[in-house]
């Protein structure tokens, strides 16, 4: 279902006449505020008359800037119905950043059809099978594709290096500036300080890959929503900072490298340590929205602590454990890493103004680190489990267990195999075996008999979308 009112009486706004569409909605199915029709509404609200039963296989969608639909509809309806129903059969819900009609860019909107059309499909053919997620993988993956698809696939570094130039040479954010985030291609050109005869190839690319469009003489050009969004320097979505993690200059250089090191398995160029710190201001994107996330599920149990003592391993910025602080008073963190790494970490304390509730360890290696504790929650940094073989990855927990109160909880922040129809966690695992001598993405099993062979209970999954990674 996508844009549903999948709650009569549970929408805020059909409570408030200062919410748009409220005084139509009350027109259409009644005035929640009157008694006789707020009940005879709970009468047949879906939220309010879930029973325990089976239900078929169900896909929700949402947008995150819909203003008729909040996003938190379908995302409490979804929750609601996950722990109501009985069976085995899936609940999904995809939240697009787009608005009531769906994702902007004829790309955008052609994915969003293309996954419910694999959802469908999925489904139908689900008899066959017993891993849902897999089987989304299998409809929508580049295994099936066609011979213009594996052209596309083949020249994929040049929408990668494209996208970067947009980026390095601030296209983005000059659109930004522009009345209506729009501009000719001779006055950007001025404005970049760069010729108009390049510039011009760049935009049509940019056109052509679907994060700006242009009118129909192909003279203004502008930024799409998901552009302004994700694309934009200073914006709350804005990923364009993961250009140096995931197309950096040494990670192009090494790729090139593959094929012999698929034959050595072993990496020819491995990472400096110096990149560490790079990483770490690089990242910063994908470490808040997770930190974000992380707030809102662990602040209950928080919360109820006089005092959280909280240790952040293999911390990288420090923002799951710096954005705990920021919102819960009570935190004291502690955060290891490597001393150039925690030269980012402070910095990052600094700027949500809690430095002074921080203390930082500085140590190069996790594994025999003196970690001091007992802790109320252990934080692992990211892919701190997948960038080390097996029988480190088990030390690293067992670090973590000892230094943990009996009452504590471990939160692990990593790319994890087979979650999604997402390629990312593949991908990263060939970057890893180009630029490491260790590591691997693990997929969800992997994890979960790592942490019961550790003592562990089974650990929740919280997906990171749209970030291809996972907290457990």
Known sequence: ?????TSKSNRT???SRRWQWTAFEWDEWGNPNDPTYFHYMLSYCPYNNMKQCDYPPMLFTSGLNDPRVAYWEPTKFVARLRATKTGDSPVLLRTYL???MGSSGRFDALE??????AFIIDRLEAGARSAPSKALMRVISPVAVTPSALLSILGGYQVTMCLCAALDLGVFDHLHRAPNFAAECGTLAESLAVSQRGLSRLLEALVAIGVLESDEEVSFYKLTDTAV?????GMPGYIGDLRQTVAGEFNMRAMLNLPAVIKSGRAIDTMPETMAKTLAENSTSAHKHAATELVAILSSWAVRKKKLMVLNLQCG????GILLARNLANVRLF??????VLSVTRQSAADYRVEERLTLIEEADVLTASLGGPYDLVILGHNALNLLGSVDAAKLLQQASRSLLPTGRLVIYESIA?????????LDSVSMLVTRQKGKVHDLAWFRDLLSEEGFVPPTVHSLQPFPDTLL
């Not at 279902?1 to 009112?5: P, R």
């Not at 969004?229 to 320097?233: A, K, M, N, Q, S």
Request: aromatic share 10%.
């Open 418 to 426: 087979g979650q999604d129809s997402s390629p990312h966690p593949y």
């Open 317 to 320: 910025s420090g923002l799951l």
């Open 112 to 117: 969003e059809l293309a996954y419910n059309f």
């Open 98 to 100: 787009a608005g009531h």
């Open 229 to 233: 969004t994700h694309l934009v320097r």
């Open 1 to 5: 279902g996508g844009v549903k009112y």
């Open 335 to 340: 955060a290891l890493d490597s001393p150039d």
């Open 13 to 15: 706004h059909s409570l």
